[in-house]
């Protein structure tokens, strides 16, 4: 299939440090390593409500927890291969100051200009921090399109494609995959990267299970024979053509 963009540029803006691992990992890792550039936007630290094993230990405290967690982001995000970090360090559980951030997310889109956004998806009733950096994104891609939006850069094109990253508890959630992504060859990848984060150890045996089972509808529903593993998304904007994303 004759793809629009071989290498897309990729901006994944994701609300605690863990969340681009758990759901996008292993997409991260296939797109780096197939020459893409790849920015990381980490909206929250999480480290009130998603380091909740670091709270756990002998003399926790926000300073020292502050630095794990972003120590665990930046070696994970390495590890996948992405080009660029960026920790916001907006509060969270609740998260505050997300409409404080829509012209600054909006400038980033425009100064790094992605073919594509990776993000959370519209509806997350487990996590309503997540629908926050949801709402942030599609604001700041829509100031991002305005000619009115007078930040010294190009205007941005007005679909560029968005996908949602699935939700932890998927079932409540009302998400419905569009795109399966392969991520076999590149699992081992995502393995090393989530077992980074001692501050969230249980997530491992959950994200390699969802990858297993979204691995079994990419085979039958997604007509992938030998995918292994797999990780699914929702869309936001048409696309045309994509490179993985669409097989």
Wanted: glycine share 10%; proline share 5%; net charge negative.
């Amino acid at each position: 299939m004759t793809t629009i963009f071989e290498k897309p540029r990729i901006l994944v803006v994701a609300g605690h440090i863990g969340d681009f691992v758990w759901r996008s990992g292993g997409a991260i890792a296939r797109y780096a390593q197939e020459g893409s550039a790849i920015k990381l936007i980490i909206v929250s630290d999480g480290l009130r409500g998603e380091a909740n094993d670091y709270w756990k230990t002998e003399g926790a405290n926000a300073e020292e927890g502050l630095k794990r967690r972003r120590a665990e982001g930046a070696e994970a995000a390495r590890i996948l291969g992405a080009e660029a970090v960026e920790f916001w360090g907006l509060p969270d559980y609740p998260m505050t100051g997300a409409d404080d951030c829509v012209e600054k997310l909006a400038h980033e889109i425009r100064e790094f200009r992605p073919n594509l956004i990776i993000t959370h998806s519209a509806f997350d009733a487990f996590n309503p921090d997540h629908n926050t950096v949801h709402q942030l994104v599609q604001k700041a891609h829509a100031a991002a399109t305005g000619a009115g939006f007078r930040d010294g850069l190009e205007v941005s094109p007005r679909q560029t494609p968005i996908f949602g990253f699935e939700p932890h508890v998927t079932e409540i959630s009302d998400f419905k995959p569009v795109v399966y992504v392969d991520i076999t060859e590149v699992f081992e990848i995502k393995c090393r990267a989530m077992k980074v984060f001692s501050t969230q150890p249980g997530m491992y045996a959950a994200y390699k299970r969802k990858a297993e089972v979204r691995a079994n509808e990419a085979s039958g529903r997604g007509s992938r024979p030998g995918c292994k593993y797999a990780e699914a998304f929702s869309i936001y904007h048409p696309i045309a053509a994509s490179g993985g994303f669409v097989w």
